[in-house]
C-alpha cells in the first residue's frame, strides 16, 4: 500500500478514536470534563508522526463542536495540534512507546494542555481562566497516566512494529 495513503488512512482512524474517547469515556471535573482523547493523541504522535496533530485537532475538535464546547473549538483545534509537538521530538525510530522519555515527555505536553486552555479562557471569559485550572490540571495528569497505561498495553501487542509506517 502506498505509504502516504497509509498514513492517511491512520490519521483519519486515530482522529475517529479521540473523537470517541473524548466524547463518550469522559469524567465530569470541575468546569469541564477528564477524557482519554489525549492519551491518544500522545500514542499516535508516537506512531504516525506528524500526522498525529490533525488527528488531534480534528477528533477533539470535533468533540467540542459535538458535546457544546463549540466556543472552545478553535482554541482546541490548536492546543491539541500542539500537544502532539513534545512527542514528536522523541526518536520516532524507536520500538517502544513505553519509555521513561516519554513518560517525561507527557510533563510538556500537560503543560501546554494547561496553559493553551489558561490564554483560551483570558479570551473567551476572564472569569474562567483560573477556575478552569484545576480541572485542566486533573485532565493533563489523567492523560499522562492513560497514556502510561496504554502504552504499555501497545508494546506489549508490539503494535508499533505492526503498523510499519
Known sequence: MNKNVKQLAFTGMFAAFIFVLTMFVKFPVASGYVHFGDALIYLSALIIGPWAMLAGAIGEGLADIAGSYVIYAPATVIIKALIAVPFLTVSKKESKLFSVKNCLVTLLSGLITVGGYYIADLII???????????????????????????AAFDKAKLKSKINL
Open 125 to 151: 471569559n476572564k472569569a474562567y481562566a483560573v477556575v478552569d485550572l484545576p480541572g485542566n490540571i486533573i485532565q493533563a495528569v489523567g492523560s499522562a497516566v492513560i497514556f502510561i497505561i496504554l502504552a
